[in-house]
């Protein structure tokens, strides 16, 4: 499996100076902000996007301020939907910490998200980074609709593959999208290019998403969200969509029954487990996995290679590998 240790090697430098960077632009005079962002940004993820941004610059030029703008930008406004996402889903971990309404309540939570809303779209005005911006605000309002559409099908039970990737292109690919697009963009590559670069990261993005809906069918628990939360919040993934696809009418029923009334039973979601892997979910769901994976390596082709190209390809790699 490739360690991110090893992905990040090439881009070492520039990780650096961003990681100053970005704790100096999220500084504030507002002693209640300060002491939330510090909790935030003591409690870092994998930054695998700000990752991703400096890679696709890389690929093609020295990273440069343009680089630093669209890493922190989006790093931002993604932290901002994830405290509105714990808000919304009444959530009180994140990683294995307490989310921010956990601990502050949830106006506070709101209120911390709104304000990193308006950080991101403030830093990139400043740096007259308006196109960076206008790619950023429209992964933002897809990521909205797509949220919004698995809110709607979560209800009505009867998703077919076609809405699934319709729903996780929105919610999931596009901001990964935006990261290679706007690494791209930074370093001053066409739009053709940087269309392409935005393609890579839609299947890269669609990739990572199916590997997060088959951990929640992984039964040794590393993902650091409960086995199955999913299926408790009646969300219906690739590998369920497709098993159901494949059962009788009477079997479909009996299923949707269990996820509708029975998901805290450690005994029923075993039922569903076992349903989803006789009926090929887990197989097809990796198969299409790999899939868009390999579409995506596909894109990298035609560059010249490097040992960014060498990197990207193992952050791919990471992507559908990790345990979590």
């Given at each position: 499996?490739?360690?991110?240790n090893?992905?990040?090697r ?12 970005f704790?100096t ?5 507002v ?5 939330v ?13 700000p ?5 696709t610059?890389?690929?093609f030029a020295?990273?440069?301020q343009?680089?630093?703008t ?11 939907t ?12 994140r990683?294995g910490?307490f989310?921010?309404?956990a ?6 939570a ?15 005005v400043?740096n ?12 933002v ?7 919004l ?12 593959r ?7 292109r929105?919610?999931?690919?596009t901001l ?17 290019v ?8 839609e ?6 998403q199916i590997k997060d809906?088959?951990?929640d069918?992984?039964?040794?628990n590393l ?11 009646k ?6 969509i ?5 059962s ?25 487990l ?5 009926n ?10 790999h ?15 490097s040992?960014?190209k060498?990197?990207l ?7 559908i590998?990790?345990?979590k």
């Amino acid at each position: 499996m490739s360690d991110l240790n090893n992905i990040k090697r090439p881009i070492s430098e520039e990780l650096a100076g961003f990681e100053s960077y970005f704790h100096t632009t999220m500084k504030t005079s507002v002693p209640l902000l300060n002491m939330v962002i510090s909790y935030l940004l003591r409690r870092k993820g994998k930054q695998m996007r700000p990752i991703l941004v400096f890679l696709t610059a890389k690929l093609f030029a020295k990273p440069n301020q343009s680089t630093n703008t669209a890493a922190a930008l989006i790093e931002i406004l993604h932290t901002a939907t994830l405290i509105h996402d714990d808000v919304v889903d009444e959530s009180y971990e994140r990683r294995g910490f307490f989310s921010i309404n956990a601990i502050w309540k949830s106006k506070v939570a709101v209120l911390l998200g709104d304000y990193l809303l308006a950080k991101g779209m403030l830093l990139a005005v400043k740096n007259k980074e308006y196109e960076l911006l206008d790619i950023v605000a429209e992964a933002v309002r897809e990521m909205s609709e797509g949220e919004l559409l698995q809110l709607k099908n979560s209800r009505k039970h009867n998703i077919n593959r076609a809405e699934y990737y319709e729903i996780i292109r929105k919610k999931t690919a596009t901001l990964i999208a935006c990261c290679s697009a706007c690494g791209a963009k930074s370093v001053g590559m066409p739009p053709d290019v940087v269309h392409k670069m935005q393609e890579f990261g839609e299947f890269l993005g669609i990739a990572f998403q199916i590997k997060d809906d088959l951990l929640d069918y992984q039964t040794n628990n590393l993902t650091g969200k409960p086995l199955g939360n999913d299926l408790r919040e009646k969300k219906l993934t690739l590998p369920l969509i497709y098993a159901l696809e494949q059962s009788s009418q009477q079997e479909r029923s009996r299923i949707l029954r269990l996820i509708n009334h029975q998901t805290k039973n450690r005994e029923n979601f075993n039922l569903i487990l076992s349903f989803v892997e006789s009926n090929g979910g887990i197989e097809f769901s990796r198969h299409e996995m790999h899939n868009f994976c390999e579409r995506a390596l596909k894109i990298l082709e035609p560059f010249q290679d490097s040992e960014i190209k060498v990197a990207l390809h193992k952050f791919v790699d990471y992507t559908i590998l990790r345990n979590k």
